[in-house]
């Protein structure tokens, strides 16, 4: 399975920006789907997940209510839509998938993982 995260860039403190990770898998809809940042300096940091129909998502408490995890199973695509944007969420965001039915979302082991995107957020 390939993940090619994209839709990083920069932009101002209080914007907006839709992260998307599209995978290469027609089994697409069996895995929940993750996202993850990393700055420099700081250890790799879990934001958000969906478990495979959508039904259930997770998120860390840094981006709750300004982040939200989204899926489109029939374009194989996982979205991450950031709002309110800090300088502090500056930062490489990577996708990473988890072969997994459940219905909701629990300590996720992820299997593959994205490239990464960056998003710089400007003061």
């Known amino acids: 399975v390939q993940l090619q995260a994209s839709g990083g860039g920069l932009v101002q403190a209080g914007g907006s920006l839709r992260l998307s990770c599209l995978a290469s898998?027609?089994?697409?809809?069996?895995?929940?789907m993750g996202w993850f940042r990393q700055a420099p300096g700081k250890e790799r940091e879990h934001l958000a997940a969906i478990s495979f129909n959508g039904g259930s998502t997770w998120y860390a408490d840094s981006v709750k209510g300004r982040f939200t995890i989204s899926r489109d199973n029939a374009k194989k695509t996982a979205y991450l839509q950031m709002d309110s944007l800090k300088p502090e969420d500056t930062a490489v965001y990577y996708c990473?998938?988890?072969?997994?039915?459940?219905?909701?979302?629990?300590?996720?082991?992820?299997?593959?993982w994205g490239q990464g995107t960056l998003v710089t957020v400007s003061s």
């Open positions: 990473a998938a988890d072969w997994s039915l459940d219905e909701e979302v629990v300590a996720p082991v992820y299997d593959y």
């Open positions: 898998t027609r089994t697409f809809s069996r895995y929940l």
